[in-house]
C-alpha cells in the first residue's frame, strides 16, 4: 500500500525533514535482531512537539502508519515498519528542558539518550541511573518500559517516569501526571503509555525522577565452579537485604568471549559482577557481607574495581556482551530471550534453559540482571538457517511456558514488539484483548505502530 498523499503532505509541512532516500529508510527499516528489514516509506525529523501533531494528524487523515524511532536498539523488532508508513526518528528533540534538582527531577526531549542526560547531570550531584546498556533514547526507554543492570536498586522506567506529554492518534497532545510525588488523581495515564511502544501515542516530553550519585562506588568480579552455586549466591544476597546496585550473572561462554573479545583474563567459569553504592562506610560493609556469602558459596578469584576507569571498563565489557556474542560466532543473528521470574525459583530456570539449548543443539550462552530474576540466553544462529531459527524459536516459546509456569513474565525488559506478540495471550489471557480494546479506543485506526504488541491483523 502507498501513502502518496500523506507523504505530499507530509513534506508541505516539513520541507527536507521529510526523507525518502533509500539509505535513511534502510537505516530505519533494519533491527539488531534476525528480524527481516522493513524500511519505511519515508523518515520524519520532526523538531517541535507541534510538528508532531500535526504530522500524526496528517497521517491520520490519510490512514498512513507512524512508527515512532528512538535510537534503534531494541530486540523485539519494536521499530520496523511491518506496513509501510513514516518512522518518526525523534533524535532532533534531544534537549534537556529543565533541571528541579530541589525536586530531584528533570524535563526531557525523547530523543536525548540516557548518557547525554548524565553528562548534563555530572556537576548538579544527580543522576539518572536506568541503564540498559545501549546508549538508548530517553523516549524510547519509556515506551518499553526499560530497565536494564541497575533495576535492582533503583527500579526501572515504570519507576522513574513521573509525567509524560504524548501526541495521540488524531493530533490531540496529553499530558500525564505530574510533579508531585503521588497522586489518586483518576487512571494512571502516565503508567499506561510507559511500556505502549508506541502504540497509543508519540512521547514529546517526559518528567523523571532524579537521584543522588553516591558517594561511594565499588565493584568486582568473582567466579564460581558452577552456574548453581553463583545463581544461589544471588538469592542469598537479595534475601539477605545487602544492597547491590548492580548484580549481574555472565556463564562460562560468555567469560570466554569476554577474554577473547577484551583482555578480561577472566577464569573460563560462571561468574557474578557487582556494584555497590552508598557512603564509604555502606559500600565496604556491604562489600565484606557480599564476600562472606561468596566464600560460603565456593565462590573465588575476587577482582576489584575501585577506580572509576576499571569500573567502566567491567561495564562497558558487559553491555558489549550481545555485540560480542554475535561477532563470537561470524555471520550469525541472534535470538534473544528474556524472561523474569521470583527470585526463589531463578536457578530452576536457568537450568531447565540449559538442558533446553544444549538438547537442540544451539549454541546460546546466558547472561541477565538476575538480582530482578531476570536473564536471557543469546541464541546465536546461522545467517540464513532456517532450521536453527525454527528451534530457537521453540526454545523461546519453552522459555515463555517455563517463565509462567514459575510465576514469572515472557519478557522482564525488552517488551513484546513483533517478536513476542505471538506469547501475549498466554501470559494475558482476556487481559490482552482489553489491551486491544483501549489500542482501539485509543487508534480506531490502527496507524500507530501498527502489527505490534496488542490484538489485531497480523
Known amino acids: 500500500m502507498t501513502h502518496q498523499a500523506a507523504l505530499e503532505a507530509l513534506s508541505s509541512l516539513l520541507g527536507d525533514r521529510l526523507v525518502r532516500s533509500k539509505s535513511d529508510r ?38 498512513c502508519p507512524v512508527v515512532p524511532w528512538g535510537a534503534g536498539s531494541s530486540l523485539e523488532g519494536h521499530a520496523l515498519a511491518i506496513r509501510g508508513g513514516v518512522s518518526f526518528d525523534m533524535g532532533r528533540m534531544n534537549r534537556l528542558l529543565a533541571v528541579r534538582a530541589g525536586d530531584m527531577q528533570a524535563v526531557v526531549q525523547p530523543g536525548l539518550t540516557r548518557e547525554a542526560l548524565n553528562a548534563e547531570l555530572r556537576t548538579t550531584g544527580l543522576m539518572f541511573p536506568i541503564d540498559p546498556g545501549a546508549n538508548a533514547t530517553l523516549g524510547g526507554m519509556a515506551a518499553t518500559r526499560a530497565s536494564g543492570t541497575t533495576a535492582v536498586r533503583y527500579g526501572t522506567m515504570r519507576d522513574n517516569v513521573m509525567a509524560l506529554e504524548v501526541v495521540l492518534a488524531d493530533g490531540r497532545v496529553i499530558r500525564t501526571g505530574s510533579g508531585a510525588r ?7 495515564l502516565t503508567g499506561l503509555f510507559t511500556g505502549s511502544e508506541g502504540t497509543l501515542g508519540v512521547i514529546t516530553e ?39 546496585a548492580r548484580i549481574e550473572f555472565v556463564d562460562e561462554a560468555i567469560a570466554r568471549i569476554f577474554n577473547a573479545q577484551s583482555g578480561a583474563a577472566l577464569p573460563e567459569a560462571p561468574h557474578l559482577l557487582v556494584e555497590f553504592h552508598g557512603s564509604e562506610q555502606s559500600v565496604a560493609e556491604d562489600a565484606r557481607r557480599f564476600g562472606e556469602i561468596v566464600a560460603e558459596m565456593g565462590g573465588a578469584d575476587f577482582r576489584w574495581a575501585t577506580t572509576t576507569e576499571d569500573r567502566d571498563r567491567l561495564w562497558q565489557m558487559r553491555h558489549r556482551a550481545y555485540p560480542a556474542c554475535i561477532a563470537s560466532r561470524p555471520g550469525s543473528i541472534g535470538l534473544v530471550t528474556d524472561i523474569c521470574v521470583p527470585i526463589s525459583r531463578l536457578a530452576e530456570a536457568v537450568a531447565e534453559t540449559r ?55 515472557m519478557t522482564g525488559e525488552h517488551g513484546v514488539g513483533l517478536g513476542k506478540r505471538g506469547l501475549m495471550a498466554r501470559e494475558h489471557g482476556v487481559g490482552w484483548e482489553v489491551m486491544g480494546r483501549i489500542k482501539a479506543a485509543l487508534d480506531p485506526a490502527g496507524i500507530l505502530n501498527p502489527g505490534k504488541l496488542v490484538p489485531g491483523p497480523d
Do not use: M
Open 26 to 63: 534502510d537505516a530505519h527499516g533494519a533491527s539488531e535482531a534476525w528480524f527481516a528489514a522493513a524500511p519505511p516509506d519515508a523518515v520524519a525529523y520532526p523538531e517541535t512537539t507541534a510538528e508532531v501533531a500535526q504530522a500524526v494528524a496528517i497521517c491520520a487523515r490519510h490512514g
Open 206 to 244: 517526559l518528567t523523571l525522577r532524579l537521584h543522588g550519585q553516591p558517594e561511594a562506588i565499588t565493584a568486582a568480579t568473582c567466579a564460581f565452579a558452577d552456574f548453581a552455586a553463583a545463581v544461589d549466591t544471588v538469592i542469598a544476597t537479595i534475601q539477605t537485604g545487602i544492597g547491590v
Open 182 to 188: 503521588k497522586s489518586s488523581a483518576g487512571y494512571d
Open 355 to 409: 538442558a533446553d539449548i544444549t538438547e537442540a543443539g544451539l549454541i546460546g550462552p546466558i547472561l541477565g540482571h538476575v538480582g530482578d530474576g531476570n536473564f536471557h540466553a543469546i541464541l546465536l544462529l546461522e545467517r540464513g538457517n532456517e532450521g536453527e531459527l525454527a528451534r530457537a524459536k521453540a526454545i523461546a516459546e519453552r522459555l515463555a511456558e517455563r517463565a509462567l509456569r514459575l510465576g514469572g513474565t
